[in-house]
């Protein structure tokens, strides 16, 4: 089964991603100022991929998912980072 269409999927959130064979990495810039609504958007745009793959028979391996954060000044903003079982509803 291709994952391609989950390209389209996660450009509707407005969310940059990566695809590869068997690996799909979404990821987006959050700032001070709008740092709920980005968040949301990527916890929503998780959510459809995850629910995406359940219609399609795959699934996301909890074991491999993560969340990263990358800073680049040095009082960033503080997320609170989620598990997948807080971005994905069961």
């Known amino acids: 089964m291709h994952i391609a269409p989950l390209a ?3 450009r509707s959130h407005g969310v ?3 695809q590869y064979a068997d ?3 979404v990821y987006i810039a959050i700032s001070r100022d709008d740092a709920d609504a980005q968040l949301a ?3 929503h745009c998780v959510s459809e991929v995850y629910e995406w793959l359940l219609h399609n028979g ?3 391996e909890h074991s491999r998912y993560s969340v990263n954060q990358a800073r680049s ?3 960033p903003v503080k997320l609170p980072v989620r598990t997948a079982r807080t971005f994905v509803h069961h």
Do not use: F
């Open 58 to 60: 795959l699934a996301l």
């Open 8 to 10: 389209g999927l996660i």
């Open 73 to 75: 000044k040095p009082d």
């Open 16 to 18: 940059r991603y990566h």
């Open 23 to 25: 690996d799909s990495q």
């Open 41 to 43: 958007t990527l916890e």
